[in-house]
């Protein structure tokens, strides 16, 4: 064998080495990015209040809505959604019924939740604006119903 060969052999090693260290580190950026995206939710804010009774008077007209307290204010929510597209479409939606929602972002480790958020958030894609109150209803009572901070 001569040198020029073993040169060669010793060139395609590193260079192989080097590609398949950058292609797993890569790799590993992209599932760590995904990962994270999936447990950050959006959380659609309708307002805060100071009491039970305004915040039933303010959200009158709201079919189903969630709250928590925390330093004796009411916390309201009016809908959850882990996918950009669904949470603009909703803020739109309900600025169109008068109420602007702030978003809260919060991450959720709560793999039965999450799943069940991924199916209605594809209900929602694929839905009228006339179904939105009602898929969300059900996203909330379900979050209720696997979390113990909401009352």
Do not use: P, W
């Amino acid at each position: 064998m001569s040198f020029k060969n073993i040169l060669y052999i010793i060139f395609c090693i590193f260079s192989f080495l080097l590609l398949n260290n950058s292609i797993l580190k890569e790799y590993h950026s992209e599932n760590t990015v995904n990962q994270n995206s999936y447990n950050e939710l959006y959380f659609l804010q309708v307002g805060i209040y100071n009491s039970e009774d305004e915040m039933k008077e303010q959200l009158k007209n709201i079919k189903y809505y969630m709250f928590n307290i925390e330093n004796n204010k009411y916390y309201t929510y009016l809908a959850i959604t882990s996918d950009l597209e669904n949470k603009n479409r909703l803020v739109n939606y309900y600025a169109s019924k008068g109420y602007e929602l702030k978003e809260k972002i919060y991450e959720i480790n709560d793999e039965k939740f999450l799943e069940i958020l991924s199916q209605y958030d594809l209900m929602l894609k694929e839905s009228d604006d006339e179904v939105i109150e009602s898929i969300e209803s059900q996203v909330l009572a379900k979050y209720e119903e696997t979390q113990n901070d909401f009352n």
